[in-house]
């Protein structure tokens, strides 16, 4: 504990939610809720407004639905939500080399420790700093919490909510704390909270007076002093700079059960290169190739496989996933499909042979897009010397793939909430989509509620986009 509350909590207010708020003018002020759009979705965030209606996060999205209908369901843009977050973190980093981040939107900071503020009145004055800058460059709020402990922090940042600052004075924590509900302390969820309710304790002052021996008796040792050391108050934990990642995975939670084997095979495939491409964007490399397979009954099975060397090549995570799949059983059905990599270097271990294979596999590539002449030229045969008939063939098998690619032309599906441009109407969201059409607002950060058009799913005018700024892009 310190003698002074300069322990900085920030928590960005319903931040997935605030953020496509920000990006859509027309959903300001609007129950808005992210999260998986499907039968099986989960809500990620719930905005101030769909809270309400006691939506909150990690509820079934169908749940959701039926408490607030009338509510805007969007997918997650997780690109957009990462830009936003770099940014909230480097104001961090201004104010001190110790930054803990504890997610996309939350952080510690250690405002001793960059000289930011060494006394009460100076860390006010940072953390009132701090939540204008954040606004100025996002255009979003943040709550603010201030303490001489990680915990007391994250308790006064909690209690600030929405778009407020709470500042803790040492001296006060027992009493701010005492009427508290125990299940504000960290690690006390929802099974420590009923075990605790159950012996007449709900809150923190009647933990307190629990006194250490009898939450021993009740919750073991480790957990039993943690709770009453807490319960005082008393927090030595120091703020950690950023720690390296672990491990990199995705996962997909399908809206019906797969029980098509090739298709489960397609689907672990896709993941693989998903995780890959996440895994090179971190910088990192790994050796071991994780699968995680949640059947029909909620079973979940976890297989692994650690190569000689880390990698980042998406053909060989490809492969070890692939033979991990064939030691799972998916008779009666697959609902979660996930790949990952564990083991994280920021090195690969490539040899000479691997790198030599990697430069011919290119120049063949090359020569395949370069059509028939340049696949000639490759091999050492001139262009212009095969024969009518060589040649009648190879427009053939042109028109045939293209026959087959045409046919084989994937339906345009528009994610509700996702980005779009048009010729001529210029950037907007999708609203909805079915029956052939797709419902499209066109506005942008910054401007006032734009209109709505409807199109063709195949328009050749609409395409996807990149998020705009929140801020800047008018």
């Not at 939610?17 to 990006?23: D, G, K, T």
């Not at 607002?441 to 734009?450: T, V």
């Amino acid at each position: 504990m310190r003698a002074a509350p300069t322990i900085l909590h920030l928590d960005m207010d319903a931040f997935y939610a605030s953020v496509e708020q920000a990006s859509k003018p027309s959903l300001r002020g609007k129950a808005v809720i992210v999260g998986g759009l499907g039968p099986r979705g989960v809500v990620a965030t719930a905005s101030y407004e769909a809270r309400r209606f006691g939506v909150h996060s990690a509820m079934p999205t169908a749940q959701a639905r039926r408490l607030c209908p009338n509510g805007a369901y969007l997918i997650p843009r997780f690109t957009l939500y990462r830009e936003v977050s770099e940014l909230v973190m480097g104001l961090l980093r201004e104010l001190s080399p110790l930054v803990e981040p504890l997610s996309l939107d939350e952080a510690f900071v250690d405002l001793e420790a960059g000289g930011a503020a060494f006394d009460a009145a100076g860390a006010r004055a940072t953390g009132e700093r701090l939540r204008a800058d954040i606004r100025a460059a996002t255009g979003l709020s943040g709550s603010v919490g201030l303490a001489g402990s990680k915990m007391l922090a994250k308790v006064a940042s909690e209690e600030a909510k929405p778009d407020g600052l709470l500042l803790i004075e040492p001296g006060t924590e027992r009493e701010l704390l005492a009427p508290m509900s125990v299940r504000t302390l960290p690690g006390v969820g929802p099974a420590t909270g009923e075990h605790l309710r159950r012996a007449g304790i709900t809150t923190v002052g009647e933990l307190a007076e629990a006194g250490e021996d009898e939450l021993v008796r009740m919750v073991g040792r480790a957990h039993g002093v943690g709770l009453y050391r807490m319960a005082l108050g008393l927090d030595d934990r120091p703020v950690v700079a950023e720690r390296d990642a672990k491990s990199v995975s995705v996962e997909d939670t399908f809206d019906v059960d797969l029980h098509d084997r090739v298709r489960i095979r397609n689907e672990v495939q896709r993941l693989a290169d998903r995780c890959v491409g996440r895994l090179r964007a971190s910088g990192h490399s790994g050796r071991t190739i994780v699968l995680k397979v949640r059947r029909y009954d909620f079973s979940t099975l976890t297989r692994s496989e650690t190569l000689r060397g880390p990698t980042d090549d998406p053909a060989v995570v490809r492969e070890a996933a692939a033979r991990l799949l064939e030691g799972v059983d998916t008779t009666g059905g697959v609902r979660l499909l996930g790949v990952g990599v564990t083991g994280l270097a920021d090195y690969t271990q490539e040899d000479l042979f691997a790198l030599a294979l990697a430069a011919e596999g290119e120049a063949g590539a090359e020569a395949e897009a370069a059509g028939p002449a340049g696949a000639e030229e490759a091999a050492g045969a001139p262009p212009g010397e095969r024969g009518p008939l060589e040649g009648a063939a190879a427009a053939l098998e042109g028109a045939a793939a293209a026959l087959e690619g045409a046919e084989a032309a994937p339906v345009r599906h528009w994610a509700a909430g996702s980005d779009v441009r048009h010729a001529v109407y210029g950037p907007g969201w999708v609203q909805g989509s079915g029956v052939g059409r797709v419902t499209v607002r066109f506005e942008r950060p910054g401007s006032p509620p734009g209109r709505v058009r409807t199109f063709r799913l195949d328009d050749p005018e609409l395409e996807d986009s990149d998020p705009l700024p929140l801020v800047g892009s008018d």
